[in-house]
């Protein structure tokens, strides 16, 4: 159980492009997504708290404008990088709860890459 | 704000030892949850073990155990009969209790741990 399916796993496009990544709860519903960032040989970063039906709330200095998050359902959360450079090449991870006081489930993670 | 903190950026034994992680945190809250996590060559993040702060006895799951001292804020991992499966990169986290709000995690800088044959 708790299993969370991130998409796509590797991503290559060029600078200026718009990528989507999908993060779902396959099989519980989950009210709360977190994404997060990770640098290569850094730990993870929190970017923003996803709450299903509402606006997400982001960590002090990530861009809402550039980095826009969508939670339309309890099952799926999206992350758009908007017009994408080559700065934004990183490991992307979402991850989810369960419910209050559960540990969260990670995502397989999407390497983007941008040239 | 609350802050997790891993001394030890890399640790190496042999194969069937048993070796500690260390993690340190701060808060001032008294009801939270304890995480280690286990990152894999793979990328994907694996939940290792959990403690609710307020449960004296601690958390074991087969080959993993923690020791969580409260008073003292720690939190260490330790592996048993350790197999080369278990390298990867371990973060410990910190998580409030649902009563302060969003529950985000707040990891340490992680341990690199290689598990030599």
Not at chain 1, 38 to 60: C, D, R, V
Not at chain 2, 10 to 29: G, N
Not at chain 2, 67 to 93: E, H, P, R, V
Not at chain 2, 104 to 111: D, H, I, P, R
Request: include cysteine; proline fraction near 3%; aromatic fraction near 10%.
């Amino acid at each position: 159980g708790a299993v969370v399916s991130q998409h796509p796993s590797r991503v290559i496009c060029k600078s200026g492009t718009s990528v989507k990544i999908e993060c779902r709860s396959l099989d519980f519903q989950a009210t709360t997504m977190f994404w997060y960032r990770q640098f290569p040989k850094q730990s993870l970063m929190l970017m923003a708290t996803s709450n299903e039906g509402s606006k997400a709330t982001y960590e002090q200095g990530v861009e809402k404008d550039k980095f826009l998050i969508n939670h339309a359902s309890l099952t799926l959360s999206t992350l758009t990088v908007t017009s994408a450079h080559p700065e934004d090449s990183s490991f992307y991870i979402c991850s989810a709860q369960t419910g209050e006081d559960q540990p969260q489930h990670f995502g397989d993670g999407t390497r983007l890459s941008i040239l | 704000a609350q802050t997790v903190t891993q001394s030890q950026p890399e640790m190496s034994v042999q194969e069937a030892e048993t070796v500690t992680l260390s993690c340190t945190y701060d808060t001032s809250e008294n009801n939270y949850y304890l995480f280690w996590y286990k990152q894999p060559p793979s990328r994907q993040m694996i939940l290792v073990i959990r403690q609710e702060a307020y449960k004296q006895q601690n958390a074991t799951e087969n080959r993993f155990s923690v020791n969580f001292q409260k008073a003292a804020k720690s939190f260490s991992l330790k592996i048993s009969d350790s197999q080369l499966g278990d390298t990867a990169m371990y973060f410990c986290a910190f998580m409030k209790h649902r009563g302060w709000g969003a529950q985000k995690l707040v990891f340490g800088q992680g341990t690199r741990l290689t598990i030599n044959p």
